[in-house]
Nanobody
Framework: QVQLVESGGGLVQAGGSLRLSCTAS????????MGWFRQAPGKEREFVAG????????YYADPVKGRFTISRDNTDNTVYLQMNSLKPDDSAVYYC??????????????????WGQGTQVTVSS
């Protein structure tokens, strides 16, 4: 099990940018695929972006393609989500998640083993 802590959320205006960070407190992070998910009120948790365990590939949900970028720094045990051109529909609690596998990211929440507490992102119009 790995402890995940998100940070970087906040309130921004539409069109603005925000960078989320997720720091893991275990070296095993280096062997985990990582994903970002979000959940807005009244909606199901949805996949946002994922990155392969070694950073070799990334995967994005259609609504965020071209606007969000996921990256990781295994030296710092941190995964990032750079969010640009934010829209009000991006408002949600954002969660990072770890998949305990030497694998690519999955879009299914059930494929992930460890979750952070979430960080609130609010985009005003």
């Amino acid at each position: 099990q790995v402890q995940l802590v998100e940070s970087g959320g906040g309130l921004v205006q539409a069109g603005g940018s925000l960078r989320l960070s997720c720091t893991a407190s275990a070296r095993t992070f280096n062997n985990y695929a990582m994903g970002w998910f979000r959940q807005a009120p009244g909606k199901e948790r949805e996949f946002v972006a994922g990155i392969r365990w070694d950073g070799g590939s990334t995967y994005y949900a259609d609504p965020v393609k071209g606007r969000f970028t996921i990256s990781r720094d295994n030296t710092d045990n941190t995964v990032y989500l750079q969010m640009n051109s934010l829209k009000p529909d991006d408002s949600a609690v954002y969660y990072c998640a770890a998949r305990r596998a030497l694998a690519s990211a999955s879009a299914s929440p059930g494929d992930y083993d460890d979750w952070g507490q979430g960080t609130q992102v609010t985009v005003s119009s």
